[in-house]
């Protein structure tokens, strides 16, 4: 036998066990792929075997979505994209948690930093807008401690007027009662059962009453409060035009027609409450007396 017969069985032997050893390698790959239990596909139950390189979480890392065998061949999403390993995932994982660690953006005051500025940022609306609500209510305080003085002042007018007007036809309604019982009186001395010394010795009496009784009766006259101006007066004094923005000049006909804006503030408002509701209108009756 040659020497070149001899070494032929040796280096398919060599060959068979670098072709063992790397399938003994795989094999430990695999089984530590295998230990690697990331959970179940929701869609397929199938286990994550890999983790898909072309659909991102965020752009600008590496890959994060964990995909099964079923997800790459069949899944609408992933279908034929390529793929890398749990451990390759692992491997990247790592690396960038170690990026952002001498980054410092994991550090504590890495976003206790960035919570302060929004914590400020918190305080200061929650600032203006309780200003904003104490002038609201305060504004409206005066407005309506206005409205209510205005309101206090109008019924007391309404009342003094009206009661001066009653009393004046009360004063009258006293008048004829007591003409109503001088009839009454005459009446009962005109009976027959009145002697004539008792109808002689008030002749002045009957007298007196009869000429009452013959006063013509006289119409008066009452001017009571009919109506009340519920508008506001507003003062022209204390009026200033806002001027509107500038813009495409209207026709001259819808420049008349558009009202203007006019600024009121809250001093010359309460004023112009203080003349809220002022009469405007009396109703003149007659009435006999």
């Known amino acids: 036998m040659s020497t070149e017969e001899q070494k032929r069985p040796a280096e398919k032997k060599g060959q068979a066990g670098s072709a063992e050893g790397s399938a003994k390698d795989l094999a430990s790959e695999d089984a530590g792929a295998q230990l690697l239990d990331v959970g179940l596909c929701t869609e397929h139950q199938r286990p994550f075997e890999a983790i898909c390189s072309q659909c991102k979480t965020y752009p ?47 550090k504590v005051e890495y976003t206790e930093s960035v919570l302060l500025d929004i914590r400020q940022a918190i305080l200061t609306c929650d600032q203006m807008k309780n200003k904003l609500v104490n002038g609201i209510n305060e504004s409206f305080t005066k407005l309506i401690k206005s409205i209510k003085a205005r309101k206090a002042e109008l019924l007391g007018e309404i009342d003094k007027y009206f009661e001066a007007e009653r009393t004046k036809i009360v004063a009258n309604e006293e008048v004829w009662k007591q003409k109503q019982k001088l009839c009454q009186d005459l009446l009962r001395l005109n009976n027959s059962t009145a002697t004539d010394a008792e109808l002689l010795q008030n002749s002045r009496y009957v007298f007196e009453s009869i000429g009452k009784l013959n006063e013509p009766i006289k119409f008066q006259e009452m001017k009571l409060i009919n109506s009340l101006n519920d508008s506001l007066i ?30 009121i503030n809250l001093h010359e408002l309460i004023l112009m409450l203080g003349r809220y509701m002022e009469i405007s209108e009396y109703k003149s009756l007659q009435y006999k007396a």
Request: one cysteine or more.
């Open 60 to 106: 600008d890392f590496p890959p994060r979505r964990l995909v099964c065998p079923s997800c790459v061949m069949f899944g609408p999403q992933h279908k034929q994209h390529p793929v890398i390993d749990l451990q390759e995932g692992l491997k990247q994982l790592r690396t960038e948690l170690y990026s952002q660690l001498e980054r410092g953006k994991l």
């Open 234 to 263: 507003i003062s022209a004094a204390a009026v200033k035009y806002v001027e509107p923005k500038e813009q495409k000049e209207p026709p001259e006909d819808e420049d008349e027609q558009k009202p203007k804006d006019i600024d």
